[in-house]
């Protein structure tokens, strides 16, 4: 028990803060103007490049600066002060492009319990960065009860300021499975400049929901519905060329190009050097959506090259789908792809992600702060008394599961130090009791943490997420939480069952070929097996009889569904251990016939699968000789995890194995901190970091809607030779 004594005693030590404090950091903030350089603006403040650099990850040595960027300055004595610098000094994580627009006046504003930062930018129409720029506090701490904020104004817009003219623009409503970046290359524009147009959208995230109504500018010649634009193609007409060579080239009559070029007329015909313009097609076919396409936004410096490689595709092929890209590739360009194109890249809600290596792109400058909130119970433990503490622990499974996970985590966090990552932490005991957890959230600040770890039960989660949404704190789930929790800072890490049972079936459809299919599912069960059967409708079905003390299957029926020519591949769907143990024996028994030379049959081949690993399937009763001779194959969260420097690290430091508990610890800890030390903001980096995997789980968190990030990950295992192996 030394294992378990070492983490209580370690629980009781951190449950205080625990910090590798760091010297506190000062800042400047600047706004880009045109024509500055990352020389000029460093000279400036009296500081190296250098440290700009440092703190600003979004830029590059070398790259031209983008007017009203906001670049993060550090301290120290400023040269010459620029008019529109900051006078506070605040810590900036990251933020889009404040606009330039300059107000008339200011108005004051108390932050009420339960307002957010995106409702009081729609109370006064005004954006996300011109609040925070008249609020330099908001950079480095969220909105908070009681908080005064200043408000600008400005003059109701002239439309010849704006310089926009009704007919040019129109309102376009979002229909289903479409994302910004469909809609962006629909328009032939930039996600900028729809955010541009449409200030209401939030700048970190890219949620967008059905119906929601944006202002696009209208494609001259024709309308989005139809999708085809009337484009032209500058041609410089040779030596000897005619009428009829130009309508076999270019597909065009003559008189069509000849109303087109009134100068053909007015000089008496085609003339050697002369520019005509010739009309050419562009016909989208289908509808641009996520159903038929993936994305891509075009990268600062990008060229051909490096895009044909990247998508292993000729520039041809790339033009032809992407005609804009005639007129020369620019940042910000949204590319549509074959949905089925694959390459070194990963694909997230439609849109192509550059893979981005967390390990390499830490900033150290980054501090983030935790709260552990975990039921450890040690209202129930007496440490005194080591015999009756034994006891305790072993019994109850919350404990267990907690001190797995915090064990874990502690191994995360010293790894990150060992990086450079100062981690604060903060660790509390909300005993399984929601009245607990309401009163450590009462003496909490909330929003000055970046993430909370917890709780495990569902009502205390649901109290935590609530409260901490008042600040856009993510709030991380390490267990499965099925509820009516419905708010967008919770993550939910545990893959949920639909997710695994999808993966389970697509996994048999990619390699299943002339296998027999067979599904055996109780009454329970249905919803699984109508899942299956909607994927292969040429499945058996094996009828189970349910009665009211037995279970089973009529092993004679079976045989007779059964192939001896091709392997059968049988579906077991069950949380009744009783009905898998039964199964289990007979499956395997038909496994094991010998080849019959009198009847000439072959011996019967039969693997089991199952969508739904549930305990029922992991009891004593149950034979994992049988399973492993059947090759049992499943979906699962994790894996086994194999001797790695995790491992050696947790040895040292509790002298015990880790179990499945405290590699999720680890590894969620360890992905969590990563993430926040590359930009220390959980709900942003999750819209571009695609599937990360460690010691024993991976993760993909992907938004649904206003309910929250989702984990889609998860593996494919199978049993063989009494040995469980990762498959897919």
């Known amino acids: 028990m030394k294992y378990i004594f070492n983490q209580v005693y370690t629980i009781c030590a951190f449950c205080v803060l625990v910090s590798c404090t760091a010297m506190a950091q000062k800042f400047d903030t600047h706004a880009v103007k045109r024509g500055e350089t990352l020389e000029s603006i460093s000279k400036l ?30 301290g120290s004595s400023v040269v010459s002060k620029p008019a529109n610098s900051s006078t506070n000094n605040t810590t900036v994580s990251d933020q889009e492009s404040v606009t330039s627009r300059e107000p008339i006046g200011f ?96 700048k ?101 090259f490096r895009l044909t490689r990247k998508f292993g595709m000729t520039w041809a092929e790339l033009t032809q789908l992407n005609p804009d890209l005639k007129d020369g590739l620019k940042a910000g360009m949204i590319l549509k792809l074959p949905k089925d194109k694959v390459g070194d890249f990963e694909v997230k809600n439609a849109l192509v992600l550059d893979k981005v290596n967390l390990l390499d792109s830490i900033n150290v400058a980054v501090k983030p702060k935790l709260l552990f909130m975990l039921p450890f119970r040690l209202d129930k433990v007496n440490l005194s008394d080591k015999e009756n503490a034994e006891k305790t622990i072993d019994s109850r499974r919350d404990m267990t599961i907690s001190l797995g996970l915090y064990s874990g985590a502690l191994v995360a966090i010293d790894s990150l130090n060992s990086l450079g990552i100062s981690v604060d932490v903060k660790t509390v005991d909300n005993q399984l009791s929601l009245a607990k957890t309401k009163e450590i959230l009462q003496g909490e600040q909330l929003g000055g943490y970046s993430a ?28 499965t939480a099925n509820s009516d929790i419905s708010l967008e800072n919770v993550f939910y890490s545990y893959t949920d069952e639909e997710v695994l049972w999808k993966h389970m079936l697509d996994y ?112 004593d009763v149950i034979s994992n000789t049988h399973l492993s001779n059947l090759k049992f194959t499943y979906p699962s969260v994790n894996k086994a995890v194999a001797n790695s420097s995790f491992v050696d690290n947790y040895r040292k430091r509790f002298g015990d194995d880790p179990n499945k508990y405290a590699v999720r610890g680890f590894d969620l800890t360890y992905d969590l901190l990563l993430k926040l030390a590359y930009k220390n903001n959980l709900l942003d980096v999750s819209r571009f970091i695609g599937e990360t995997e460690y010691n024993g789980n991976k993760f993909n968190y992907q938004r649904k809607g206003i309910a929250g990030y989702y984990n889609q990950s998860s593996y494919i295992m199978m049993m063989d030779d009494l040995r469980i192996k990762t498959i897919e």
């Open 45 to 74: 403040y009296g500081v190296s490049t250098e440290s700009i650099l440092q703190y600003n990850k979004e830029i590059k040595a070398g790259q031209d600066l983008r007017p009203n960027t906001i670049l993060v300055v550090p």
């Open 107 to 202: 108005t004051e504003h108390r932050v009420k319990k339960r307002e957010t930062i995106f409702g009081i930018t729609q109370m006064y129409n005004i954006t996300e960065d011109e609040l925070k720029k008249y609020n330099p506090v908001l950079y480095a701490s969220p909105l908070q009860k009681k908080m005064d904020l200043r408000i600008p104004k400005y003059a109701a817009p002239k439309e010849e300021d704006l310089g926009i003219n009704e007919d040019d623009f129109e309102k376009y409503t979002v229909a289903a499975k479409e994302t910004r970046w469909s809609i962006a290359h629909k328009y032939g524009i930039t996600i900028d400049s729809m955010l541009v147009l449409n200030p209401g959208l939030s």
């Open 204 to 304: 970190s995230d890219s949620y967008l929901s059905e119906g929601y109504e944006l202002l696009m500018p209208k494609i001259a010649g024709s309308t989005v519905k139809n999708q085809v634009t009337q484009l032209y193609t500058s041609y410089t007409v040779p030596a000897k060329m005619n009428f009829y060579r130009l309508e076999k080239e270019f597909g065009v009559k003559s008189d069509e190009i000849v109303r087109l070029n009134p100068e053909i007329t007015e000089r008496g015909g085609l003339k050697e050097g002369m520019v005509i313009r010739i009309p050419e097609q562009r016909v989208e076919t289908g509808e641009i959506n996520t159903d038929n396409y993936i994305f891509y936004e075009v990268k600062p410096k990008q060229n051909e």
């Open 452 to 479: 909370v770890f917890g709780p495990l039960d569902v009502p205390s989660l649901k109290e935590t997420a609530i409260q901490a949404s008042r600040f856009n704190v993510p709030v991380l789930a390490p267990v």
């Open 508 to 619: 048999v459809e990619n390699t299943h070929k002339d296998e027999t299919l067979l599904v055996i599912a109780d009454e329970n069960n249905k919803k699984e097996k109508d899942a299956i059967l909607e994927r292969f409708p040429n499945a058996k079905v094996v009828v189970v009889k349910e009665e009211e003390k037995n279970i089973g299957i009529n092993r004679d029926k079976l045989q007779t569904l059964l192939s001896d020519q091709v392997p059968n591949w049988v579906f077991v769907e069950s949380d009744n251990y009783k009905l898998i143990a039964s199964v289990v024996s007979i499956l395997n028994s038909f496994n094991n016939t010998a080849f019959d030379p009198l009847l000439g049959k072959d011996k019967v081949s039969v693997r089991m699968f199952t969508t739904d690993m549930n305990p029922a399937f992991e009891n």
